[in-house]
């Protein structure tokens, strides 16, 4: 097993320093490929260390903010050029801590790339508008203030994408950071720091602090001086983080999973629709919260779509995401393999049918890590447990229906609404989806879980606290409209 001393130890990194957490404790990273592999140290922060970043986020806030917005650009500009010419490092470091295959990492961490991009030219576009006023004689305009001091808290599924895009836009906007990384993936989150340390932005502008939940997330919840929150997580999580923050008046914003629907209609090209229900529900190992896990298919095409689906399933080979031809690597951490694999054991008991997969890998070679086969349920009734839950986990639900509308019926049956798909080459079926889906994002003949950086993101119901992120809705929450009157 490897020892402490053969393993880095990452600190925080508090008013362009880093340093230790106070009571100099650390926690173990560990590998989900080999249990026995120890990532890297990282900080087991208490309160006081999060006092001292948010104090000096707020410090420098009063200068960042009087930065023209092409001035921070050219900061953003300059940390994404030092994260791509670091892309391989920090991927295989997502690999070894989160799981996920190194192209995967890869591709995400040039997602991360440029998402900072596109954030450092909104440094450059307009911030308001002029209005006509009443008065002939005066101007009226609006103009943009940043909330101050924000506080970000992200999981540990996208470790580069996500930070980044709660971080950029905060950035551009005049708001100063504190991140709080999920602990699963914190040396990940220290890599990205570390390209903003590099860039040199001026001290207390961005700033991580890691450590528990229940201390360093509830204590950004609870700050005074932390003027907005932006969470991404699990929704029970999520109504913590809004509850606290609307009980001292603080801006929330939470995304909250989903339990997104992919609809293969009669009509559908079903070699398309089973390619992309497993890379929608099955890359990243089922753990992304746009990730596919009902599958609600006509009758009509039901068993055809069903052999073709297990027979591709079964294709897949899961093992560590460093080597070269893995498909699907472990799930993140034991307690998330546990967690699908009692789910598993729930769908059986509901009385749903085990076509393949849903058992923990214990061959050679896989036996140290949190692997588990790729699970498929036939005969899921929509009152299930595995078809309302969100299981974060590589596990498809079939559901046989007869008709579109009792599939759209089927589809909106669920307490979140993020992302959804159809698979069909009727222009009726397409629009009735586009329509009456209740989801954030609604996707035709394409999976469920793609998103792009320059549109809006968010979900309905319990996905979302209704505000949007990335694109230019990013600007709605880390801004507050100010209206001025020139006499």
């Known amino acids: 097993m490897t020892t402490k001393t053969e393993v880095k130890q990452y600190l925080n990194y508090i008013n362009g320093e880093w340093v230790a957490s106070s009571n100099e404790e650390v926690t173990e990273s560990i590998s989900p490929a080999n249990k026995n592999e120890i990532v890297g140290y990282v900080q087991k922060s208490t309160k006081e260390d999060l006092d001292q970043a948010v104090a000096a986020a707020k410090i420098a806030q009063?200068?960042?903010?009087?930065?023209?917005?092409?001035?921070?650009?050219?900061?953003?500009?300059?940390v994404a050029n030092i994260l791509e010419s670091k892309l391989d490092a920090v991927a295989e470091t997502m690999t070894r801590e989160m799981g996920k295959t190194l192209p995967e990492a890869k591709g995400e961490t040039a997602r991360g790339v440029a998402i900072l991009r596109y954030y450092a030219g909104e440094g450059m576009r307009k911030v308001g508008d002029v209005i006509?006023?009443?008065?002939?004689?005066?101007?009226?305009?609006?103009t943009r203030t940043p909330l101050g001091v924000v506080g970000v808290i992200t999981p540990w599924n996208f470790p580069v994408?996500?930070?980044?895009?709660?971080?950029?836009?905060?950035?551009?906007?005049?708001?100063?950071?504190?991140?709080?990384?999920?602990?699963?993936?914190?040396?990940?989150?220290?890599?990205?720091?570390?390209?903003?340390?590099?860039?040199?932005?001026?001290?207390?502008?961005?700033?991580?602090?890691?450590?528990?939940?229940?201390?360093?997330?509830?204590?950004?919840?609870?700050?005074?001086?932390?003027?907005?929150?932006?969470?991404?997580?699990?929704?029970?999580?999520?109504?913590?983080?809004?509850?606290?923050?609307l009980?001292?008046?603080?801006?929330?914003?939470?995304?909250?999973g989903g339990k997104n629907p992919v609809i293969v209609t009669d009509d559908a090209d079903l070699d398309l629709a089973v390619e992309a229900t497993i890379s929608g529900g099955l890359r990243s190992t089922g753990q992304k919260c746009t990730a596919t896990s009902r599958v609600i298919v006509q009758s009509g095409v039901y068993e055809e779509f069903k052999e073709k689906l297990v027979a591709k399933v079964k294709e897949i080979k899961v093992g560590d995401g460093l080597q070269e031809g893995t498909w699907m690597g472990p799930c993140a951490s034991e307690s998330q393999l546990n967690t699908v694999l009692s789910y598993v054991e729930k769908g059986q008991e509901e009385g749903a049918t085990l076509l393949y997969g849903g058992k923990k890998h214990e061959e050679e070679g896989l036996e140290n890590g949190f692997y588990v086969q790729p699970a498929v349920f036939d005969n899921v009734t929509n009152d299930m447990i595995i078809a309302q839950e969100e299981i974060f986990g590589p596990v498809l639900?079939?559901?046989?229906?007869?008709?579109?509308?009792?599939?759209?019926?089927?589809?909106?049956?669920?307490?979140?609404?993020?992302?959804?798909?159809?698979?069909?080459?009727?222009?009726?079926?397409?629009?009735?989806?586009?329509?009456?889906?209740?989801?954030?994002?609604?996707?035709?003949?394409?999976?469920?879980?793609?998103?792009?950086?320059?549109?809006?993101?968010?979900?309905?119901?319990?996905?979302?606290?209704?505000?949007?992120?990335?694109?230019?809705?990013?600007?709605?929450?880390?801004?507050?409209?100010?209206?001025?009157?020139?006499?």
């Not at 009980?247 to 909250?256: H, P, S, T, W």
Request: charged letters at 20%.
């Open 62 to 78: 009063v200068a960042w903010r009087k930065l023209s917005g092409a001035a921070r650009g050219d900061f953003l500009y300059k």
């Open 161 to 245: 994408a996500i930070p980044i895009w709660k971080i950029a836009p905060a950035l551009i906007y005049g708001n100063t950071v504190v991140l709080k990384p999920a602990g699963e993936t914190s040396v990940t989150a220290a890599k990205v720091i570390e390209c903003f340390a590099e860039a040199g932005l001026p001290a207390g502008v961005i700033n991580m602090v890691t450590g528990s939940g229940s201390v360093i997330g509830q204590g950004l919840i609870d700050h005074e001086d932390i003027n907005g929150i932006t969470f991404t997580g699990s929704d029970q999580v999520g109504k913590t983080v809004g509850q606290g923050a």
């Open 132 to 142: 006509p006023s009443t008065d002939s004689d005066a101007l009226m305009f609006t």
């Open 397 to 487: 639900a079939l559901i046989k229906v007869d008709t579109v509308e009792e599939a759209l019926d089927v589809a909106n049956d669920s307490k979140f609404g993020l992302s959804a798909s159809i698979f069909t080459t009727n222009v009726s079926n397409m629009l009735s989806f586009i329509k009456d889906m209740d989801a954030g994002l609604v996707r035709i003949n394409a999976e469920s879980a793609g998103v792009e950086l320059q549109a809006p993101f968010g979900g309905m119901k319990l996905s979302s606290s209704g505000s949007r992120e990335q694109g230019e809705a990013a600007k709605e929450f880390f801004t507050s409209i100010k209206t001025v009157f020139v006499k």
């Open 247 to 256: 009980a001292r008046g603080a801006k929330y914003q939470l995304e909250m």
